[in-house]
């Protein structure tokens, strides 16, 4: 049996006043997500505990088939482990944006854009380079990722402040969003220190000259210590893969045993390279029994409030990857497919929500199959009755004992 995960991040969405009371999904033109809705069985998926931050790192932690309530630390040390980065049992990992912030240095500073106009890798590494040199040491570390995602590694850290996500606040002045408690004045000065390294820095100059944002400030969140996990790999007996553009999801995907699949091209965006994502996953499941593949582009898309980009990114994942790996799967043997969203991300809020977001998945078995003949959008999902909460549950069912699935 081979197992596939595609996930599209952030897909789900609310009902949008500008779409006539339709959901992008809705919208969207997904001959192949309907198809494994309408043949398979369709659902909706719980992945956001009560009481935490409704993130594609708990949401994912979930879908993976662990219980964040026991097992989530933070969105750092995650990264880190994409990285390559050895966190001791005293270090704290950062999450670093690369932001720009209006209004900077006045009480009126605000959280203009948390991507710094979607800076380069090749920028930002440039400018974490610099950072570093300048404010590193033993204890700090700065570490360049992708586009505007850094991350920074407080060794033997003193405390854990209270931060929040910059993708939260996009618009709202910042200062009721510092970080905050015990430990966050250091952070806050770092902040600050790292502001001034970046008033003159080259790369804001050049940036500027084109008509671009600038990368004046950086945004610390989403720390914490390294978690301890049973790897998937060993739990389910198999080999299995990670395909993603971003640092939050290959990290997951280490830490549970997933073996990081790098797609020449993925960006994190809508420009990302579709078509080699699908080849990679079916190239994987010639040789591994699981493969997750994970799609940044509708999140990104919602997060901007840009709702043609969001519809036009579904209908990407729906074309070249649902469809290929749909069409071609089938060649490697008995197969079981899930797709689904980790958690809503409305174009409306521009921002993550914990509602409960629609999963579709589709055997090879036709006993296995509950073919209710439904799209797959959020209403639809809704109407089938099947609700998997908690949903770090969905996993265990997905890959041991689909076969006697038939409801909550």
């Not at 390294?226 to 640092?247: C, E, H, N, R, W």
């Given at each position: 049996?081979?197992?596939?995960?595609?996930?599209?991040?952030?897909?789900?969405d609310?009902?949008?006043?500008?779409?006539?009371?339709?959901?992008?999904?809705?919208?969207?033109?997904?001959?192949?997500?309907?198809?494994?809705?309408?043949?398979?069985?369709?659902?909706?998926?719980?992945?956001?505990?009560?009481?935490?931050?409704?993130?594609?790192?708990v949401?994912?932690?979930?879908?993976?088939?662990?219980?964040?309530?026991?097992?989530?630390?933070?969105?750092?040390?995650?990264?880190?482990?994409?990285?390559?980065?050895?966190?001791?049992?005293?270090?704290?990992?950062?999450?670093?944006?690369?932001?720009?912030?209006?209004?900077a240095?006045?009480?009126?500073?605000?959280?203009d854009?948390?991507?710094?106009?979607?800076?380069?890798?090749?920028?930002?590494?440039?400018?974490?380079?610099?950072?570093?040199r300048?404010?590193?040491?033993?204890?700090?570390?700065?570490?360049?990722g992708?586009?505007?995602?850094?991350?920074?590694?407080?060794?033997?850290?003193?405390?854990?402040?209270?931060?929040?996500?910059?993708?939260?606040i996009?618009?709202?002045?910042?200062?009721?969003?510092?970080?905050?408690?015990?430990?966050?004045?250091?952070?806050?000065?770092?902040?600050?220190?790292?502001?001034?390294?970046?008033?003159?820095?080259?790369?804001?100059?050049?940036?500027?000259?084109?008509?671009?944002?600038?990368?004046?400030?950086?945004?610390?969140?989403?720390?914490?210590?390294?978690?301890?996990?049973?790897?998937?790999?060993?739990?389910?007996?198999?080999?299995?893969?990670?395909?993603?553009?971003?640092?939050?999801?290959n990290?997951?995907?280490?830490?549970?045993?997933?073996?990081?699949?790098?797609?020449?091209?993925?960006?994190?965006y809508?420009?990302?390279?579709?078509?080699?994502?699908?080849?990679?996953?079916?190239?994987?499941?010639?040789?591994?029994?699981?493969?997750?593949?994970h799609?940044?582009?509708?999140?990104?898309?919602?997060?901007?409030?840009?709702?043609?980009?969001?519809?036009?990114?579904?209908?990407?994942?729906?074309?070249k990857?649902?469809?290929?790996?749909?069409?071609?799967?089938?060649?490697?043997?008995?197969?079981?497919?899930?797709?689904?969203?980790?958690?809503?991300?409305?174009?409306?809020?521009?921002?993550?929500?914990?509602?409960?977001?629609?999963?579709?998945?589709?055997?090879s078995?036709?006993?296995?199959?509950?073919?209710?003949?439904?799209?797959?959008?959020?209403?639809?999902?809704?109407?089938?009755?099947?609700?998997?909460?908690?949903?770090?549950?969905?996993?265990?069912?997905?890959?041991?004992?689909?076969?006697t699935?038939?409801?909550?």
């Amino acid at each position: 049996m081979k197992y596939i995960v595609l996930l599209g991040d952030g897909m789900a969405d609310y009902p949008c006043g500008i779409l006539g009371g339709k959901t992008p999904l809705q919208c969207a033109l997904t001959p192949f997500l309907d198809q494994i809705a309408s043949q398979g069985t369709l659902g909706l998926i719980d992945t956001i505990p009560e009481g935490l931050t409704p993130g594609s790192d708990v949401a994912n932690l979930s879908v993976l088939g662990y219980n964040p309530e026991e097992t989530y630390t933070g969105r750092g040390p995650l990264e880190a482990a994409s990285m390559g980065i050895h966190l001791g049992p005293n270090d704290i990992a950062y999450r670093c944006n690369l932001v720009c912030i209006g209004e900077a240095g006045t009480d009126q500073a605000y959280m203009d854009d948390f991507t710094s106009g979607h800076i380069s890798s090749s920028e930002a590494r440039e400018i974490i380079t610099d950072l570093n040199r300048h404010l590193g040491g033993p204890s700090l570390q700065f570490f360049p990722g992708v586009g505007y995602r850094h991350l920074l590694v407080w060794r033997n850290a003193a405390g854990s402040p209270q931060t929040t996500a910059p993708h939260d606040i996009p618009g709202k002045a910042i200062a009721a969003y510092l970080p905050a408690g015990e430990s966050a004045p250091g952070i806050n000065d770092l902040m600050q220190k790292a502001a001034e390294v970046l008033k003159d820095h080259p790369v804001n100059a050049r940036r500027v000259a084109q008509g671009k944002k600038p990368s004046n400030s950086i945004w610390l969140w989403g720390q914490g210590g390294k978690p301890k996990l049973v790897l998937m790999t060993q739990k389910y007996d198999f080999k299995g893969g990670m395909i993603s553009a971003v640092d939050l999801l290959n990290g997951l995907g280490t830490i549970v045993g997933l073996k990081p699949l790098r797609v020449e091209g993925a960006t994190g965006y809508i420009d990302t390279n579709f078509e080699g994502k699908a080849k990679m996953a079916l190239d994987a499941l010639r040789f591994m029994d699981f493969v997750f593949l994970h799609l940044e582009a509708p999140d990104e898309m919602g997060h901007e409030g840009n709702i043609e980009g969001k519809i036009l990114a579904i209908e990407l994942f729906d074309e070249k990857i649902v469809g290929p790996i749909l069409n071609n799967i089938g060649k490697l043997g008995d197969y079981r497919i899930l797709v689904l969203s980790d958690h809503p991300t409305p174009v409306e809020l521009k921002t993550h929500v914990g509602d409960p977001s629609p999963f579709a998945i589709l055997s090879s078995r036709p006993e296995e199959n509950q073919a209710a003949g439904r799209p797959f959008t959020e209403a639809a999902a809704k109407e089938s009755g099947i609700m998997v909460s908690p949903g770090y549950l969905l996993m265990e069912k997905f890959i041991r004992d689909w076969g006697t699935f038939r409801g909550n």
